[in-house]
């Protein structure tokens, strides 16, 4: 009766888990090497321990791999059939730990991150670059989308992170008040508004209104903060800088938070903080309750609050506290400031 073979995987309680990278190790350095003595010596053990590892691994496999005699040590038949896949499952073993170091130490790793457009193209460029210094082995995966997207994304798994001006209330969702930045009036610096440091809203009455389109997070902000004075305005764009280019030719002025002051950025246009100090937007980081962020996304999350938290101050920008070693709170107060000045 033909006996199974004994290093196959369909052998009856084939010991494959039972197998220890030390076992491995030892096997292949007593069949290059030939030598207890030199084998032992080359795994750090005593030789007496080297002995017992290798008929362990000989009593697990149920054969006997290595013809002894006084002087010579020779692979048998099996223990030569069993060599390359030996020296292949170390090899990938070492291959796993060290990847797995690389991660846990952020050698490297993949983050994906979705923001909103204004901060994907003003807030975040110069602390991306600072990461990618800092992290040069993290694949960094950037998504420049509206809130509702950048939602989905991290809902989805397609994204580790995000900052958006939404604060999902689903259950699987991680929502943390981030940053917050107050309305501006940008006009034309001929305009009479530009000489008010504080213009009020009611100042703003009858003024031909630039708006953005009602899925913005910009006029979805004004329109929650103002249910009582529904904005009318006589254009409504896509894209911040087309709202510029508008304000530029003298077509209206418009109302637009600090973090998008960059798209402003003109000799001819000037920028005044809106007097009512309520008038804000919300922009919260959101991850995946339920999941654990990988060492790459959790470098990206600290860095986040650091950035926000150590960066230059900028005119009606609120930092909001966070979890765990993240900066105390920082309020910058709204003032009067250039369009484009970025603290």
Excluded: K
């Excluded at 910009?218 to 709202?243: F, I, K």
Aim: charged share 20%.
């Amino acid at each position: 009766m033909n006996q199974p073979d004994p290093l196959s995987p369909s052998a009856p309680d084939f010991p494959l888990a039972n197998l220890s990278a030390r076992q491995l190790a030892a096997f292949v350095a007593l069949a290059e090497e030939r030598s207890f003595t030199r084998a032992a010596a080359r795994c750090h053990l005593s030789q007496p321990a080297f002995s017992a590892l290798i008929r362990t691994l000989e009593d697990g496999l149920g054969a006997r791999l290595f013809d002894r005699t006084t002087r010579t040590v020779e692979p048998t038949a099996e223990g030569a059939l069993f060599l390359e896949p030996a020296r292949r499952l170390l090899q990938d073993m070492r291959l796993a730990a060290d990847d797995l170091r690389d991660h846990v130490a952020r050698r490297r790793g993949r983050v994906a991150l979705a923001a909103l457009p204004a901060l994907a193209a003003g807030w975040l460029p110069p602390h991306l670059a600072a990461f990618r210094r800092t992290y040069p082995g993290i694949e960094l995966d950037l998504a420049d989308v509206l809130s509702e997207s950048c939602v989905e994304r991290v809902r989805s798994g397609r994204a580790d992170l995000a900052l958006a001006a939404l604060r999902a209330t689903a259950p699987e969702l991680s929502v943390e008040p981030f940053l917050s930045d107050v309305f501006f009036l940008v006009c034309r610096r001929d305009h009479p508004l530009a000489r008010r440091r504080r213009p009020s809203l009611a100042e703003l009455e009858g003024q031909p209104l630039i708006g953005l389109a009602r899925h913005s997070s910009v006029r979805q902000a004004l329109d929650a903060a103002l249910p009582g004075r529904p904005l009318t305005p006589v254009l409504t764009l896509e894209q911040l800088s087309s709202v510029a280019g508008m304000v530029v030719a003298g077509l209206g002025v418009t109302l637009v938070p600090a973090l998008t002051l960059f798209h402003f950025a003109h000799a001819d246009l000037v920028a005044r903080p809106i007097a009512e100090t309520g008038l804000q937007r919300h922009i919260y980081l959101i991850r995946r309750r339920d999941r654990a962020l990988s060492a790459a996304a959790e470098a990206m999350a600290q860095s986040l609050w650091r950035w926000a938290g150590e960066g230059p101050r900028q005119p009606g920008i609120t930092v909001h506290a966070a979890p765990a070693s993240v900066p105390a709170r920082m309020t910058v107060g709204p003032a009067t400031a250039t369009p484009g000045r970025r603290g």
